[in-house]
C-alpha cells in the first residue's frame, strides 16, 4: 500500500516543503517527487557527470604528456 504524504523533505538539507514545490525554501536544491521515504529526489546533475569525465581525461592526459612523451 503507497502511502500518502502531505509533505516532503528536502534530500540535502532535510527541511520540510510542500509536495508540489520542486525547489527547496531553505537551500535552493532542486527537489524531484517524494519517494517512498517521504524525502524528494534527487534531480541527476548531468553537468557534473561530464566535468568529472573531462577532470578525469584531463590528468590522464597530464599522465601521458609528463611521463610518456620524450
Ligand atoms: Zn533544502
Redesign the pocket.
Known amino acids: 500500500m503507497a502511502q500518502k504524504y502531505i509533505s516532503k523533505k528536502?534530500?540535502?538539507?532535510?527541511?520540510y516543503?510542500k509536495l508540489e514545490d520542486d525547489k527547496?525554501?531553505?537551500?535552493?536544491?532542486k527537489?524531484g517527487p517524494v519517494n517512498d521515504f517521504g524525502i524528494g529526489k534527487k534531480h541527476t546533475n548531468y553537468w557534473s557527470y561530464i566535468s568529472a569525465v573531462i577532470a578525469i581525461a584531463g590528468c590522464g592526459y597530464y599522465i601521458w604528456w609528463a611521463f610518456f612523451t620524450p
Not at 527547496?24 to 536544491?29: I, L, N, Y
Open positions: 528536502c534530500h540535502q538539507c532535510m527541511a516543503m527547496c525554501q531553505s537551500c535552493g536544491a527537489v
